[in-house]
Each structure stands twice: as C-alpha cells, then as structure tokens.
C-alpha cells in the first residue's frame, strides 16, 4: 500500500492583522480601558504606564522592557477573569469596530479557496475570538 501526502486544499494564504486593519480600534488600548473600568487597573498603575509608554517613545527604555512593564497589570488577575475581560471587550467593542471593507475582503479570499491567517500583537484570547466570527 502506497500512501500518499496530499497537496495543500488551500490556492494562497493571505495575512491580516487586527488592530487598525481587520477593527477601527487598539485591542491592547481597549482591554486596558475596560480592565480600569472593571477595578483590574488603578489610576495609579494607568498613569504608571502612561510614564513607561513615554519613555518608550523617547527611546529612553527598550521595547522589550516597555512590553513587560505593560502588561504588568495581568499579573494576579485569575486566569478566568481575565479570560472575561478579553471575552466581553471583544464581543462589545472590538467586533463592532470591524471595517465592513475588511469582511469583504476576507470573503473575497475565502471565495477564491485561500487559507486565511490572523498575525497580530493582541492577546491570544482575543485573536481567537476575532478569528473565529471572521473565519480565519
């Protein structure tokens, strides 16, 4: 018996990000907003991360070093809450921010046997909720 590998059921593969091309928003902007919103984020740690982002934009510190320190405020928060927070901010404001023009493309590729890929900074909850009610 001969076993064979078959050939890819995909003609292309075509890449979209998230933020400012698949949705009019910042995901990392908007979980921010809605962790101060739910007590996850202090006024104090905002503003403490205002100062880390400016200095990034200085170039005073690293990018490395400026993504940790942001992200920072996760740290504690129970897997599931977190997994909330991604869940509502996704549902309620990052999915009625998607560009229409971005639907119909992604129906485009879809139509014309593509595989279609999401590559994106955000957190990995969200990219799988968008991902997911886009068909990537």
Request: glycine share 4%; hydrophobic share 40%; aromatic share 10%.
């Amino acid at each position: 018996m001969v076993t064979t590998i078959s050939e890819d059921k995909y003609n292309y593969t075509v890449f979209f990000d998230i933020d400012k091309t698949l949705i009019s928003k910042i995901s990392g902007r908007e979980l921010v907003y809605s962790a101060i919103r739910s007590g996850y984020i202090k006024p104090v740690g905002l503003f403490r991360n205002a100062v880390i982002y400016f200095l990034y934009k200085i170039r005073l510190i690293d990018p490395k070093v400026m993504s940790e320190k942001l992200i920072s405020w996760t740290r504690g928060i129970p897997q599931v809450n977190f997994d909330e927070l991604c869940h509502e901010t996704t549902e309620h404001i990052l999915m009625p921010s998607i560009y229409n023009e971005a639907l119909s493309e992604i129906a485009f590729h879809r139509k014309n046997n593509a595989r279609i890929v999401l590559l994106s900074a955000t957190v990995t909850q969200v990219c799988r909720i968008i991902a997911g009610k886009v068909g990537a």
